[in-house]
C-alpha cells in the first residue's frame, strides 16, 4: 500500500510553489482592483483532497491555482496498478485583456505500488494575437529551465507538447506550444524529482514579463469577440482530450477544482 506520508516534503514544496503563484498574480492584479483568490478545501471520498484558489479580478478575468494531494486502493487509469497517491498543483489563466494570453502549467507526482513518476510542464496560448518576441521568450525561459538537466529535454518535451495540445478537429495546436512531459521516469528519482521542481520554480519568470507587457494594451470589441471565440476551442481541447480532466474524474475528483481550467465566457 503507498503511504502517502512518504511524499511530505513533496507536498510541502507544492504548496509553497502553489503560493508563490498566487503571490504574483496577485501583484500583477494590484491592490486598486481589490480581487484576492478565495481558497476553498475539499475532500477526496478514499483519501486526501485540495484546495481550490480562484481569483476573478481587473487584470485576470479568471485565475485559478489548485493544488491536490489524493490517494486510493486502487489505481483509476489502471486497476491492477493497486493502490496510488497523486499530487500536484495545477493552474490556468484568463486574462481580461485579449492582448495577454493564456497560460497553463502543471507539475505531478503519481505513485503506485509498481512504480512511480514525474509529469508537467507549461504552454502558452494567445487569444488570437500571438507575438513573436513573447512566444521566443517563452521557449528561451523553457530552455533555460531545462538546459542544466539534460540539454535534449527541451527539444523532447517541447515537440511532446507540440503533439499533446494538438486540437484534432481544427487539425493545429492550441497555441504556441510550451514544454510537457508525463510518465517521466528515466531511472534516477532524485535526478528526475530535481528536473520537475525546476520547472515549477522557473514558472513565473517565464509569464510574467510577457503579462507585464501586454495587460494594459487597448482594444477594441472587435479584439474582444475574437479573443472568446478562441477562448470556445480551448474549451474544447480541455473537455475533449487533456488527460488531467480525464483523470480527474476518473478518480471521484472535485467537479469544481477539474472545471477550474474552462473559460468564465466563451463564443462559440
Not at 26 to 50: C, I, P, Q, V
Not at 124 to 150: C, R, S, V, W
Not at 171 to 198: Q, T
Amino acid at each position: 500500500m503507498v503511504n502517502p506520508r512518504n511524499y511530505n516534503e513533496i507536498v510541502q514544496f507544492l504548496k509553497k510553489f502553489r503560493d508563490e503563484v498566487i503571490q504574483g498574480f496577485e501583484l500583477l492584479e494590484g491592490h486598486e482592483s481589490g480581487a484576492r483568490f478565495e481558497r476553498k478545501n475539499w475532500d477526496h471520498k478514499t483519501g486526501g483532497g485540495g484546495e481550490i484558489s480562484v481569483l476573478r479580478g481587473q487584470v485576470f478575468e479568471k485565475a485559478a491555482v489548485n493544488w491536490s494531494g489524493v490517494w486510493g486502493d486502487r489505481f483509476p487509469m489502471n486497476d491492477s496498478a493497486g493502490s496510488y497517491f497523486a499530487t500536484g498543483v495545477s493552474l490556468i489563466t484568463h486574462m481580461s485583456n485579449p492582448f495577454a494570453p493564456t497560460v497553463h502549467m502543471n507539475i505531478r507526482l503519481i505513485v503506485t505500488d509498481e512504480k512511480r513518476w514525474v509529469g508537467g510542464g507549461f504552454d502558452l496560448t494567445p487569444m488570437g494575437f500571438p507575438f513573436a518576441e513573447d512566444t521566443e521568450y517563452f521557449h528561451d525561459q523553457a530552455k533555460k529551465i531545462l538546459n542544466p538537466h539534460g540539454v535534449h529535454l527541451y527539444s523532447e518535451f517541447s515537440k511532446n507538447a507540440a503533439e499533446y495540445f494538438y486540437i484534432p478537429h481544427w487539425k493545429r495546436e492550441r497555441g504556441v506550444g510550451g514544454i510537457f512531459f508525463d510518465h517521466f521516469e528515466s531511472g534516477d528519482f532524485e535526478k528526475d524529482l530535481a528536473m520537475w521542481k525546476s520547472v515549477g520554480s522557473g514558472f513565473l519568470e517565464s509569464v510574467m514579463p510577457i503579462y507585464r507587457r501586454r495587460v494594459h494594451t487597448p482594444f477594441t470589441a472587435e479584439d474582444r469577440f475574437r479573443q472568446l471565440e478562441m477562448r470556445g476551442q480551448y474549451a474544447e481541447f480541455n473537455l475533449l482530450y487533456d488527460r488531467g480532466t480525464q483523470f480527474g474524474f476518473r478518480s471521484g475528483g472535485n467537479p469544481e477544482a477539474i472545471l477550474c481550467s474552462l473559460p468564465p465566457l466563451a463564443k462559440w
